[in-house]
C-alpha cells in the first residue's frame, strides 16, 4: 500500500509558476513509476507527466511539454511537478499516482495507488 498526498497548488496568473509536491508513504516509493494527472470539471481525467523510477526518463503530454517539468527525490519519497509559464486552460485538480506493475505511463487505469488531488487555478 502506497499513500499518496499532493500540495502545492492555489491560484495563479497567467504566465505564472507553481510547484506541486506529492510525498508519498507505505511501500518502497523508489520501485514506482510516479505520475502527474489533471481533471477539469466536466473533463476525463488526463495524463501529464509521467517519472520513472530512477529519475532518467520522463514523459510529458504534448500541451505541457517546455512548460512543467517532473522530477523526484527518492530519498524524501517526492516526486515534484514545477509548472511555468501556466495558461487558463491548466486549471484542474491535479493528483498524483504510483504506477507498479506493468505500467502504461499514459493510461490512468494502470495506476494502483492516487493521492486526493490538488486544485491549481489560473486566471487573471
Known amino acids: 500500500q502506497v499513500q499518496l498526498v499532493e500540495s502545492g497548488g492555489g491560484d495563479a496568473q497567467p504566465g505564472g509558476s507553481l510547484r506541486l509536491s506529492c510525498a508519498a508513504s507505505?511501500?518502497?516509493?523508489?520501485?514506482?513509476?510516479m505520475g502527474w494527472f489533471r481533471q477539469a470539471p466536466g473533463k476525463e481525467r488526463e495524463f501529464v507527466a509521467a517519472?520513472?523510477?530512477?529519475?532518467?526518463?520522463?514523459y510529458y503530454v504534448d500541451s505541457v511539454k517546455g512548460r512543467f517539468i517532473i522530477s523526484r527525490d527518492n530519498a524524501k519519497n517526492t516526486v515534484y511537478l514545477q509548472m511555468n509559464s501556466l495558461k487558463p486552460e491548466d486549471t484542474a485538480v491535479y493528483h498524483c499516482?504510483?504506477?507498479?506493475?506493468?505500467?502504461?505511463?499514459?493510461?490512468?487505469?494502470?495506476?494502483?495507488?492516487w493521492g486526493q488531488g490538488t486544485q491549481v487555478t489560473v486566471s487573471s
Open positions: 507505505g511501500r518502497t516509493f523508489e520501485a514506482y513509476i
Open positions: 499516482a504510483a504506477c507498479g506493475g506493468t505500467c502504461r505511463v499514459n493510461d490512468r487505469y494502470t495506476y494502483r495507488y
Open positions: 517519472i520513472s523510477w530512477s529519475g532518467s526518463s520522463t
